[in-house]
């Protein structure tokens, strides 16, 4: 006697097709050691550099990327633009060494910190939460292409991820 659910047997094989996509992918490329967990859409980055250590996360599910500047000890919370962002699928290609051969340019791309802190990191999903846990976290806005910043260029935190996604996090942090 078959004492499964009924359904259970139909449902197999998409079952086994979403476990085979949440294969996490991790990668290091320089300094930085990368992991991408495509069924989560979550990229974790860690930057080992010395004069610019920082870690991130890219949420592609909630179009938000965090980093945590450990030289500012404070995160910087965004809106991601997907549509100057590689997609999830050009990060994995990448640490595949399977790279299309053009990558969207983001060099250029600045966000500058607001005054405003963030209240409640829970809203934001455990990853953000569990990495500004003890550090200030605050909102950054991307500003548009072209427009002049009224921020003194050394206030600027830059980051590169991989070859293809450089960004420029401007700004006083306020109370440091």
């Known amino acids: 006697m078959d004492c499964s659910p009924p359904g259970l047997f139909s449902l197999l094989p998409s079952l086994l097709q979403n476990i085979s996509d949440n294969h996490p992918l991790d990668g290091s490329v320089g ?6 967990n495509a069924f989560r859409g979550m990229v974790s980055i860690r930057d080992n550099n ?14 938000l990327l965090v980093a945590k500047l450990f030289s500012k000890m404070a995160c910087v919370l965004a809106k991601m633009d ?10 994995v290609k ?6 299309p051969k053009h990558y969207p340019s983001t ?3 600045t966000y500058t ?3 405003s802190r963030v209240k409640n990191l829970a809203q934001f999903g455990a990853p953000i939460k569990d990495m500004c846990r003890a550090v200030p976290t605050y909102f950054a806005q991307q ?6 910043l ?13 070859s293809f996604l450089g960004l420029s996090i401007c700004g006083e942090i306020p109370g440091l």
């Open 50 to 63: 010395v004069l610019s250590e920082w870690d991130g996360v890219l949420d592609y599910e909630n179009a």
């Open 107 to 109: 060099h250029g791309l």
């Open 94 to 99: 990448a640490l595949d060494h399977q790279a």
């Open 113 to 115: 910190v607001l005054p």
């Open 82 to 91: 997907e549509a100057v962002f590689p997609t999830l699928d050009d990060i």
């Open 150 to 162: 009224a921020v003194d260029p050394d206030s600027c935190f830059e980051i590169q991820l991989l």
């Open 143 to 148: 500003q548009k292409e072209g427009t002049a």
């Open 31 to 36: 300094t930085q050691s990368i992991h991408v």
